[in-house]
């Protein structure tokens, strides 16, 4: 079955980084579109990140823009996130996503930027 796995989260100083990975298994990875997403307590889930099935093409919020950049490796059918310049809004439960007919989430990893 199609299974999505975050890790990577973790408690971090403002300013920092951390690199979310999220591992699938059960479709074929290379030809979906992969999403990452974020809920705050209280807020709505929103997009963060996209990246097109070969890593060509990306789309970023305009709240990360410039510090977040995805990526993925079709190899290890795994994408990434890397965080940079972190800062207290950040914080969320971050979901890997993937896109299509049918979608699927990961369970989430939770970061939190706080000092």
């Known amino acids: 079955q199609v299974q999505l796995v975050e890790s990577g989260g973790g408690l971090v100083q403002p300013g920092g980084s951390l690199r979310l990975s999220c591992v699938a298994s059960g479709f074929t990875f290379s030809r979906s579109y992969m999403s990452w997403y974020r809920q705050a307590p209280g807020k709505e889930r929103e997009l963060v990140a996209r990246i097109s099935t070969s890593g060509g093409s990306t789309d970023y919020a305009d709240s990360v823009k410039g510090r977040f950049t995805i990526s993925r490796d079709n190899a290890k059918n795994t994408v990434y996130l890397q965080m940079n310049s972190l800062k207290p809004e950040d914080t969320a439960v971050y979901y890997c996503?993937?896109?299509?007919?049918?979608?699927?989430w990961g369970q989430g990893t939770q970061v939190t930027v706080s000092s």
């Open positions: 996503r993937r896109g299509g007919p049918v979608v699927y």
